[in-house]
């Protein structure tokens, strides 16, 4: 199938388009050759296009069998889209709702507070994730291919394990959940509400975002990250 085609299908996949950094101007060129060409392996692309187009059907276990540093360059770019378009934008437009008339410049204020305290834990659990659990990630899949002696990897992440990172994952949707509905259910709505409907719909947007970022994380990331330890620590008392 012709990369174009399959995005006319459904243009929620220029979402893994973008976060897998696969360039526009695809002419009429196929999948396969696109994904050959940005070094990107076209079964993982088609399990996460697949996920988007039927998301009853979560390929938990196909995606489980691929190389962890896809899923990991995969959840860096989400990141980098979340810090730098999504969450910004959101920002702007909830300040912007001063200008509106009819809304109590209090109730504004503690908008922008509460996005701001989100804003602030959000970033915490990225940079977390950023420079600690990915780079672990990555080591841990250089050392079982030998790329990276077991020795030094064992010293250096002695301790920490992705269980580790599991007693401080949060879900981060929740608060962006909380604030669509503080928005829905004790703001004053203004006299025009295109503004007002327009940023219920972009935190709706990012609140759903957020749910399928999680659902990788805990249920694709971590599983897989355990297989990965076991072979790890069968290797070291191999040896």
């Known amino acids: 199938m012709k990369m174009a085609d399959l ?16 360039p526009f101007g695809f002419r009429d060129k196929s999948v396969q050759n696109i994904c050959d060409e940005n070094n990107i392996h076209v079964d993982f692309f088609l399990q996460l296009v697949q996920w988007f187009n039927e998301r009853e059907n979560f390929p938990q276990e196909q995606l489980m069998q691929g190389k962890a540093e896809w899923l990991v360059n ?3 770019h989400t990141h980098q889209c979340y810090l730098h378009y999504q969450i910004p934008r959101i ?3 909830i300040e912007d ?7 109590p410049g209090h109730s504004v204020q503690l908008m922008i507070s509460f996005f701001k305290e989100y804003i ?3 970033t915490a659990h990225i940079e977390d994730e950023e420079n600690t659990t990915f780079p672990y990630v990555l080591a841990l899949s250089k050392a079982l291919v030998g790329d990276m002696d077991i020795k030094t990897f064992n010293i250096r992440y002695n301790k920490y394990s992705i269980d580790r990172y599991l ?3 949060s879900d981060l949707e929740e608060k962006v959940f909380d604030l669509q509905s503080i928005l829905l259910k004790h703001l004053p709505p203004p006299s025009s509400n295109c503004q007002f409907t327009n940023l219920l719909l972009e935190i709706n947007r990012l609140g759903n ?3 399928d970022h999680t659902l990788l994380e805990e249920n694709v990331l971590i599983p897989k990250v355990r297989q990965m330890e076991k072979e790890l620590l069968n290797k070291t008392s191999n040896q």
């Open 167 to 169: 007693d401080h994952h």
């Open 120 to 122: 602030s834990e959000f």
């Open 97 to 103: 709702l001063e200008q509106l008339p009819g809304l």
């Open 209 to 211: 975002d957020l749910k």
């Open 7 to 22: 995005v006319h299908l459904n243009f929620e996949v220029l979402a893994v388009i973008q976060r897998l950094q696969i």
């Open 91 to 93: 920002e702007k437009e």
């Open 74 to 76: 995969y959840l860096h």
